[in-house]
């Protein structure tokens, strides 16, 4: 690594640890620096008697705590945040001038914040929702913030609708309710007259509003941007991130438990990877189309409801972010970075899209509502390494002292600087579209063909993918109190995206079945869309596998297996009735980790139950352990069952998969049931076992889906 790459990747964190906290030996001060003496008691006229205004001490703290609080963000309050790096597979110089994307040897520092949309900062992580994804790049050219989602298309078509759209999903407003959640009439009313959130409905019915980890989670910018190169040519671009790890989702049952046993459930994913080392990495790629190809499509490029299918404009992998820092101090980082789409550096422009173009007024406004002020720029997570020299002076909380007295431009008096610089001094130059139209409050005419993607999105689901979604539409219909939404959705709104679903979407919210209409076909197929076709993928990496056991279980051929997840990447924890020392039947020892009433099933991605006679006598005797098992199958992930260990799962319902008898000399592996008997080969065992957990989830366990709660 270079000078030049080091100091760049260590400069931000640099920025940031610049005040240490309380180091050794340090005293208690008030904020101006006074060493305080006592800070439990108040002072007082007496033991007994009031308190005294004088006390300084007391009303500074007090004033200060009663002031923590700022504004939460009206959309995406709650949040997470990570630090880390970008650095490109190859200079991209070609087609565009931004210079972090020019250097394949050059490492630019990012800082990431996932987020809930509709929730408020405090509510649970794994509700049915859009995740922002939102990357702060501190390059030398400036800041460039790529604010996008998990999903690539949205709700509505212009940023002037963004008020109702918030308006309608966030809490009814006489009574509050619900919280962070879409299932309720105000949210479907307004859908069910907006014709032309229907792509993006289908996003959000979809396991992609689940994700099992934001690890395991792709990104998108959503809008048509441009990127311009040196010689002022221009092309038109859409951003993706893609995890390194695949989509994974959790199944809605499991998102509902979760909410219960841990909130933070995507939070905490996030914080152990990254202190345990295990990296997030997302490529990020691009598709391009030429300035001259703008009109080629059935879609209007500019129309943020519509993807770009991969089999017309195929995706340019461009490099790879990895994400390998928490944050110090939530507040400052994760709660203060101020993000906005209008954060370009040369080289990348804004089209149109009169999404974008709304988007380009609301975060710097609201940001002024959050801090309070015009200063935002200078909290330490949101300063640019590279320079900053302008006129802008004063306001709420300004940090930076400021000298002489020029600020003002053209002067003479400061030798004209600071000066402005042309594209060839690296200044920012917008790209000159050429604009010429009435003023009309209107969209083009392709913008009006609402659903033909949405019956793409449908159609190129796998069959399961179908069911759940068509699952999510009846517990979120089915929590609209009234009918003529409800009808309305059938009619005049899933009928029109395929028939079957609008049938199938009916029969579960007590509607007539529609009339049926064909009017919508999709020549378009988009595989990339479905999590179950093409954006998973089969690894055990970072996988988190509960360990089920108790005292006198069989340490030997439980290490074995252990050995064979570990050198996959994945992690174990051992769950026992308490916790505490477990004892083995040849006298080793092993930790629980978690005890029954601290864990769930629904916190691990598979289960493994250790054999050992007196173990599995004593889990037999223990609902908890006979639930564990049985949640683990019912939501599709992998049960492995070492020797006696079968016992339990014949204790359960893990009915319809196939199993070895705890005393043959078998390894039977159906369904991602995957058993042992005593006899049998434990090396074979695991690697079965390995292989399970790689899929993740086995739909085949249930075809006709009576037993996964969706
Ligand atoms: Fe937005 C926050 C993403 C449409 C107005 N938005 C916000 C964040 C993300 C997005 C990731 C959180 C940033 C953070 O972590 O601090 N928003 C999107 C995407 C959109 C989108 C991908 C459509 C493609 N947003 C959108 C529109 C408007 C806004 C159309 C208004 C016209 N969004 C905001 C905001 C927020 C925000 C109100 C709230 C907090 C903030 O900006 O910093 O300005």
């Not at 989602?149 to 309608?168: R, S």
């Not at 032309?196 to 019915?205: C, D, Q, T, Y």
């Not at 059935?298 to 994400?323: Q, R």
């Not at 509607?511 to 179950?532: F, L, N």
């Amino acid at each position: 690594m270079d000078d030049k790459t080091r100091s760049n990747e260590t400069a931000k964190s640099e920025a940031l640890d610049a005040h240490t906290e309380n180091p050794d030996g340090s005293h208690l001060t008030t904020n101006h620096g006074v060493k305080v003496s006592h800070t439990d008691d108040s002072l007082k006229a007496g033991p007994r008697g009031p308190t005294l205004m004088e006390d300084f001490h007391f009303r500074e703290k007090m004033t200060h705590f009663d002031h923590e609080r700022i504004p939460e963000r009206v959309v995406h309050a709650r949040g997470s945040g990570a630090h880390g790096y970008f650095q490109p597979y190859e200079s991209m110089e070609q087609f565009t001038r931004a210079g972090f994307l020019s250097d394949p040897s050059k490492k630019t520092p990012v800082f990431v914040r996932f987020s809930t949309v509709v929730g408020f900062r405090g509510s649970a992580d794994t509700v049915r929702d859009v995740r922002g994804f939102a990357t702060k790049f501190y390059t030398d050219e400036g800041i460039f913030d790529l604010v996008g989602n998990n999903m690539p298309v949205f709700f509505i078509q212009d940023g002037i609708k963004f008020p109702d759209l918030v308006h309608a999903i966030k809490p009814e407003p006489d009574n509050e309710m619900p919280q962070a959640s879409a299932a309720h009439d105000t949210f479907w009313d307004f859908i069910s007259l907006m014709p032309e959130s229907a792509h993006m409905i289908m996003w959000v019915l979809s396991d992609r509003a689940l994700p099992r980890s934001y690890r395991m989670m792709d990104g998108f910018g959503v809008h048509t941007f441009r990127w311009i190169n040196a010689e002022g040519k221009a092309r038109f671009i859409k951003w993706h991130w893609r995890s390194t790890l695949g989509n994974a989702a959790l199944v809605w049952d499991e998102t509902q438990k979760t909410a219960g046993k841990d909130p933070d459930f995507n939070r905490r994913d996030l914080w152990e990877n990254i202190e345990m080392g295990n990296y997030p990495e997302y490529e990020l790629c691009v598709q391009m189309i030429e300035e001259d190809q703008e009109h080629d499509f059935d879609f209007d490029i500019l129309d943020p409801t519509k993807i770009w299918p991969e089999s017309e404009v195929p995706l340019k992998k461009v490099g790879k972010m990895v994400l390998n820092r928490n944050p110090q101090n939530f507040f400052s980082e994760t709660e203060q970075v101020a993000f906005h789409p209008g954060h370009v550096v040369p080289g990348i422009d804004f089209t149109n899209d009169p999404l974008l173009q709304g988007r380009l007024f609301s975060y710097i406004d609201t940001q002024l509502n959050r801090f309070g002020g015009a200063n935002f720029n200078e909290v330490p997570i949101n300063r640019p390494l590279a320079d900053v020299h302008n006129n802008q002076r004063d306001g709420f909380m300004r940090q930076t002292i400021n000298r002489g007295k020029v600020s003002y431009f053209p002067n003479s008096l400061g030798g004209g600087c600071p000066m402005t610089a042309g594209a060839d001094a690296g200044g920012f130059e917008h790209y000159m579209e050429k604009v010429d139209g009435r003023k009309v409050r209107d969209r083009s005419e392709k913008f009006r063909d609402f659903f033909s993607q949405a019956n793409m999105f449908w159609h190129s689901l796998a069959d399961h993918e179908q069911d759940r979604l068509v699952s999510a539409a009846h517990f979120e219909l089915g929590k609209v109190m009234t009918m003529e939404v409800r009808e309305r959705m059938v009619y005049e709104f899933f009928n029109r995206i395929d028939h079957d679903l609008a049938v199938r979407v009916a029969k579960g919210i007590a509607v007539e079945p529609p009339e049926k209409d064909e009017s919508t076909k999709s020549r378009y197929r988009a595989p990339e869309v479905s999590v179950e076709h093409e954006s998973r993928k089969d690894t055990v990496a970072t996988r988190k596998v509960a360990i089920l056991a108790d005292q006198g279980y069989d340490h030997k051929r439980l290490e074995k297996v252990k050995e064979k997840l570990m050198e996959g990447g994945a992690s174990a924890e051992v769950v026992s009735m308490f916790l505490g020392t477990l004892k083995s039947t040849d006298g080793k020892e092993m930790e629980a980790d978690k005890s029954h009433v601290t864990s769930a099933s629904v916190m691990y991605d598979a289960v493994l139950v250790a054999g050992g006679k007196e173990a599995v006598r004593a889990m037999k005797s223990q609902g908890d352990a006979v639930g564990f098992v049985n949640e683990t199958f019912r939501h599709a992930k992998t049960v492995g069952a070492i020797d006696h260990g079968v016992e339990l799962v014949e204790e359960g319902e893990a009915k319809g998969a196939k199993y070895a008898s705890a005393d043959s000399d078998g390894v039977v592996a159906d369904k991602g049931l995957v058993t042992v008997g005593q006899g049998g080969d434990i090396d074979e065992f695991a690697d079965e076992f390995v292989k399970a957990l790689a899929r993740y989830r086995h739909w085949d366990r249930d075809p006709e889906r009576k037993m996964v709660p969706a």
